[in-house]
């Protein structure tokens, strides 16, 4: 998951919001949900005194159940032998599912539990390795105390986390709670390394830890420390787990150690980080009832416990140590039991951590209960003790006799401490005559005879042994009961070898009336009944008696197997008479199928193939039976009629595969004249009609015969006939195609391809169709008759379509010209064969080429019109203008540039001059130029250069030089023009 800082902000405000308060004061408030926080976790932006996550739910069905009211009382036999740890049993219940950083609701308290003055009666059990009052507390990575953040007692105040192993139990009862951290393991979910450890809080009343303690840790086996999300690495490492106990107002508090290592290094609760092997089976009892600006030492070991059994003889060791809880401070300690005559310090060390290692014998008149006093004093201000009083209670071993006993094999089984001598203890071990664990019930023919030992030595007692001699005698073995049945068909029986169980040999066997019998059965002649064998007992073994319950029954006769074959129309057959031998007539018939049958056989109906006929006599004569094999030779089969349509062109067609069912093979076909046929049809050589196919039976159908027809017609291929009418002409072109086809062929398709590009037109009359390019057209007509039969014509070049005439025609010269207007004409069209030309709506002409003479005087526009038609008699016109060019030449003598609009201009007036080479020049009288331009459209407006003033009025003498039209000279012209004014 990827979460920026704004909403990392406001997430973990929510959790500061949600959960920093008091229970009231979270009412209302949205709690994050757990992936989040655990997504928050694994990114490192949970604070490290975030408090918690909303109370875990246990689901239903994970408490444990039992009673509030039963405490443990732990007695241990042997010497030093002590144990703090309280199993959690069926009184215990599961304080919160899997998880990781959660803590269970407020559990109401029966009792008050005194924090430094601070009275509680309600706890909250937090995951990680710790208990708080007054509100949960979520936070995984400890702090050193004191601080007065919280209110706690902490066993392992680390990153606890069970989704992967382990489980958090608890206990209440009136006077103490127990609460159990069982194979827990650490953040994220790891599992290689666990710790189970435990706390008990009293009221400081209860003898479970001592009158004037309220608080007891105990430890198992630790093996980590810190969990990934503290910076730890495979457990270790990064923010230490912290032990202890803390007011929450930064004065009142205990602290026993911070851990972050493997091993057993300590140098005190405020020294250097220390190992958590140094935890292994610790205790740490002491009292939180008062302040602890100065307070006395507290005890730690592994023998704080009720009551230490020591054994007479046996030397029990002692070892105890005293934490300072203050820095700084040193303990010094003593111990003396003055009932025990031989006890003795052996290790007294003085410290902030003080020890003492102790031991002693227990002699036979110190049986009884003795009181070890460890007494701790540090240099505080001013200096104080704490005591601690250890019960030693002293025992002798239990004083047991042996026994023995001789018992049958097969006898009931036994308990063995009922056989002891002396004053045997309840509660011991048995181990077997080679030395594996015993229940202590002997179970005769089963467990191993010899010498049982029993031993006491724990629960409270010293060690003693006893022993029980078992001896066994072999029951009598007579096997047992079975029943047998026979058949009288059946051989001779040993009946000993049907005796189930383990019979031993050498018996006696009687009749089922008491007489003697030798033991083997002979059905034919022996009867049914009890037949009993006896195998006389040892003492103190019963005899045995097996009886073989005996049933014989009488065999039944089948007949023996036979076979028939049969033809279809034979008479109904009995079966039985045809099997062989002599059945007994009480069978029953059943088909190959399995279902009951008549036992008379209709060929007709009934199926062939094996019959069974059964006779059943009652168990054991066995369910014998003879089979009858019914064959069938087949009845003729020709298959079934089929007709064949088929045109004349059509290939040669296999007769048989036509017939219906299942003809049989390689019989004999027949034509419709009654000669012998190969059974293939050559439509182009057969004749329409029957053709038979003629079965013949075999074997008891010999005399039988079957016929099938194929009704054969061979179809004509039609004869295709058409015609078109015009067959030529110019296009567009309409033409009628006209089917000349027979009638008779006629009713099934006529489809028509044009040769233009238009095909599949179905049309059985006639078509009418236009070709609007020229070009020859093949055209074909494919007829299908109605029975399929197909056959064409296709008519090369058919239609033959020219394209229509054009009057197109040219003339040359091409313009006429005053000096060549006699002009030739040619129409152009190779497709015209007749001409009517009309020459400027004068003269006319009829031939392809024509000459004709225009007038040249002047020049002008003169239309040609031409009208031709080909052989077919199309027709088509065209008119042209044909233009005569002679060219003319005005120049006006006089104007007036006076302004008013009239002949303001002198502009000579050219037709049919080329404009290129125009040019006119104006001189005054004395041969100057006043006026000159090469433009044709421009002409002279009476001032110098056509601009300033109006010149004098007067004669002017203008030259013009022009090409006409056609020529290639240039020509002068020269004149005079008279200004006015």
């Known amino acids: 998951m990827t979460m920026d800082r704004t909403l990392s902000s406001f997430v973990l405000g929510a959790l500061l919001l949600a959960f920093m308060g008091t229970a009231s004061a979270q009412v209302g408030v949205q709690p994050i949900d757990l992936r989040t926080y655990d997504d928050l976790k694994q990114q490192g932006l949970i604070p490290q005194n975030f408090r918690g996550l909303p109370p875990a739910v246990v689901p239903s069905g994970m408490s444990r159940g039992g009673s509030n009211n039963s405490f443990p009382l732990t007695l241990r036999g042997g010497p030093s032998a002590c144990d703090c740890w309280v199993q959690p049993d069926a009184t215990y219940t599961l304080a919160m599912p899997p998880n990781d950083d959660q803590s269970t609701a407020l559990i109401p308290l029966p009792f008050t539990f005194n924090l430094y003055g601070d009275l509680y009666n309600g706890v909250y059990i937090n995951n990680n390795g710790n208990v708080s009052f ?115 107002n930064g004065i009142d508090f205990l602290q026993f150690t911070r851990t972050d290592q493997a091993g057993i290094a300590y140098d005190g609760p405020f020294g250097l980080n220390d190992g958590v092997d140094w935890l292994d089976n610790k205790n740490f009892v002491f009292t939180t009832s008062v302040f602890t600006s100065n307070i006395p030492p507290i005890g730690s070991g592994t023998l704080l416990c009720d009551t230490l059994v020591a054994c007479v003889g046996i030397t029990s060791q002692l070892d105890m140590q005293f934490l300072s809880p203050e820095p700084g401070q040193t303990t010094t300690a003593i111990s003396y039991a003055p009932t025990l005559s031989n006890y003795s310090e052996i290790l007294n060390v003085v410290g902030n951590t003080a020890q003492i290692t102790s031991e002693f014998t227990p002699i036979p008149s110190e049986v009884g209960f003795h009181q070890v006093t460890f007494e701790a004093t540090d240099d505080g201000a001013p200096p104080l ?428 010269p091409n313009p006429g010209t005053e000096y060549n207007s006699n002009l030739y004409f040619a129409a152009s069209d190779p497709h015209a064969r007749t001409f009517q030309w009309v020459f400027a709506e004068l003269d006319t002409a009829d031939q392809r080429f024509e000459y004709h003479y225009f007038p040249n005087e002047f020049g002008g526009d003169y239309d040609v019109c031409l009208q031709v038609w080909d052989r077919y008699g199309c027709t088509d016109s065209l008119c042209q203008v044909v233009p005569i060019i002679v060219p003319s030449l005005f120049v006006p003598n006089a104007f007036t540039p006076d302004g008013d609009n009239k002949n303001d201009i002198f502009f000579p007036v050219a037709s049919d001059m080329v404009d290129e080479d125009h040019e006119l020049m104006v001189f005054d009288r004395w041969g100057e130029l006043v006026f000159q331009t090469a433009d044709a459209t421009k002409g002279w407006d009476g001032r110098k250069m056509n601009g300033g003033e109006i010149l004098p009025q007067g004669v002017y003498v203008w030259r013009l030089i022009e090409r006409k039209q056609f020529t290639s000279d240039k020509q002068d012209y020269f004149g005079t023009v008279t200004l006015l004014k």
């Open 134 to 248: 007054g509100s949960s507390w979520g936070t995984f990575s400890s702090s050193p105390l004191p601080t007065n953040q919280f209110a706690m007692v902490a066993a392992f105040w680390a990153d606890v986390d069970t989704r992967g192993t382990g489980q958090v139990w608890y206990k209440v009862t009136p006077t103490a709670m127990y609460i159990n951290w069982v194979g827990v393991g650490y953040y994220s979910m790891q599992t290689n390394l666990v710790n189970t450890f435990q706390i008990i809080i009293t009221d400081g009343n209860d003898p479970v830890i001592g009158i004037g303690k309220n608080v007891s840790i105990c430890y198992q086996d630790m093996q980590w420390t810190t969990g990934s999300a503290s910076s730890g690495v495979n457990g270790f490492g990064g923010t230490p787990a912290t032990v202890g106990a803390n007011r929450g």
């Open 385 to 812: 003790t704490a005591t601690y009083n250890l019960v030693v209670w002293v025992q002798m071993a239990a004083a047991m006799l042996p026994g023995d006993t001789l018992v049958c094999d097969a006898a009931p089984s036994f308990d063995l401490y009922q056989l002891l001598g002396g004053t045997p203890i309840p509660g011991g071990d048995w181990t077997d005559p080679i030395g594996d664990p015993h229940p202590g019930t002997f179970v005769p023919g089963t467990d191993l005879t010899g010498d049982y030992l029993y031993a006491v030595g724990t629960g409270g007692m010293c060690p003693s042994t006893g022993i029980v001699t078992v001896s066994t005698a072999a029951h009598a073995d007579a096997g047992a009961d079975v029943a047998k049945q026979y058949c009288t068909t059946d051989g001779t029986d040993d009946l000993f070898l049907t005796l189930t169980g383990t019979p031993q040999t050498g018996g006696a066997w009687s009749y089922p009336d008491g007489t003697a019998f030798g033991g083997t059965l002979n059905p034919a002649s022996d009867p049914s009944g009890d037949y009993a064998y006896l195998i006389t007992g040892t003492s103190p073994c019963p005899n045995d008696t097996s009886f073989v319950a005996v049933t014989i029954q009488q065999a039944m006769d089948p007949g023996q197997n036979a076979t028939i074959t049969l033809c279809p129309d034979a008479t109904p057959l009995d079966m039985l008479i045809t099997l062989n031998g002599t059945p007994d007539n009480t069978g029953v018939w059943t088909t190959a199928g399995g279902a009951v049958f008549s036992g008379t056989y209709n060929a007709s109906m009934d199926l062939p193939g094996v019959y069974t006929y059964t006779t059943s006599p009652l168990a054991p004569c066995p369910t014998l039976f003879s089979t009858l094999t019914i064959s069938l030779d087949p009845l003729p089969q020709a298959g079934g009629d089929n007709g064949l349509a088929i045109c004349a062109d059509g290939a040669q067609t296999p007769l048989f595969p036509l017939l219906g069912g299942n003809p049989d093979a390689n019989q004999i076909w027949y034509d419709p004249l009654f000669a012998v046929h190969s059974g293939v049809l050559d439509p182009s050589l057969e004749l329409s009609g029957n053709y038979r196919y003629v079965a013949y039976g075999i074997g008891e159908c010999d005399h039988l015969t079957d016929t099938s027809i194929i009704a054969v017609d061979v179809n004509p291929l039609p004869i295709v006939l058409f015609n078109v009418e015009p067959d030529s002409g110019c296009n567009p072109l309409d033409v009628r195609f006209y089917n000349l086809t027979d009638p008779f062929y006629l009713g099934g398709t006529c489809i028509w391809d044009l040769g233009d590009g238009l095909s599949g037109v179905n049309a059985c009359d006639s078509l009418d169709h236009t070709y609007v390019n020229a070009g020859w057209y093949n055209v074909n007509l494919t007829v299908t008759t109605p029975e399929g039969c197909v056959d064409h014509l296709t008519k090369p070049g058919a239609v033959l379509v020219e394209e229509a005439p054009k009057a197109t025609f040219t003339w040359s």
